[in-house]
């Protein structure tokens, strides 16, 4: 329970923890980020850490000069890339072993190629748009493991999402995060940054069963 209540108050208020952690450890913040955006992309069982907002308040504590914004974007953007490559990884190894294909009742063959198919056409959107997609962005990469998406080409599209997400939320923070009126309202935005998104896939998602 104490370790729940820490990771709702850290991501409730990330800029508070990393700016007292900073002050405390210094250059050890930039370990820290890259293990939590490592963390949230390349391990399936952890999507609910704050991705989105950390970048935002990294950019505005660059910003504000506690930390480099060149080193803080190279380690993020290594992390990030290397998270969902892991995460395809893992789905493409265990993928195979947890169904033991046709052998297995989980499971379905035809499933997994319309899942192939599917990642084959339209797996790049899906990889870029699912790095600004709390939750998405942790199953995306795995399930393209899973569906065997060839790897030269969510490699691209693992780069190319890679840098937008990183270096386009961290430059936001660091030229915005100056602002007196983002500073006031941090913690909502913070708020936005974390329910808007996810609201958008609860939507997307209500509508296409509604369809089907």
């Known amino acids: ?11 409730l208020h990330v800029d508070v923890h990393l700016q007292n952690f900073v002050t405390a ?39 504000a000069g506690l ?18 490559q892991c995460n395809y990884s893992i789905g493409r190894y265990f993928g195979p072993k947890v169904f033991q294909w046709e052998q297995s009742r ?3 063959k035809a499933a997994f190629d ?10 790049g959107f899906t990889i870029i748009a699912a790095r600004f997609m709390p939750f998405l962005r942790t199953f995306v990469p795995f399930v393209g493991g ?28 660091y030229f915005l995060g100056s602002f007196p009126w983002v500073k006031a309202n941090l913690d909502k935005i913070i708020w936005a ?8 896939v609860l939507v997307g998602a209500w509508r296409g069963r509604a369809k089907a």
């Open 1 to 11: 329970m104490e370790l729940l209540t820490f990771l709702i108050d850290f991501i």
């Open 25 to 63: 450890y210094g250059a050890w913040v930039y370990a820290l980020l890259f293990v939590v955006i490592f963390v949230e992309t390349g391990v399936v069982v952890m999507p609910f850490l704050p991705g989105d907002s950390l970048l935002f308040v990294v950019g505005a504590l660059c910003g």
């Open 67 to 84: 930390m480099s914004y060149p080193v803080a974007v190279g380690l993020l953007l290594l992390a990030a890339v290397l998270g969902d």
């Open 106 to 108: 989980f499971f379905n």
């Open 114 to 123: 319309k899942a192939h198919a599917f990642y084959e056409t339209y797996g």
């Open 146 to 173: 899973v569906a065997h998406m060839n790897r030269a080409k969510f490699t691209l599209f693992n780069v190319i999402g890679a840098c937008l997400w990183v270096v386009g939320i961290c430059t936001a923070g």
């Open 193 to 200: 940054m974390i329910l808007v998104p996810g609201l958008i």
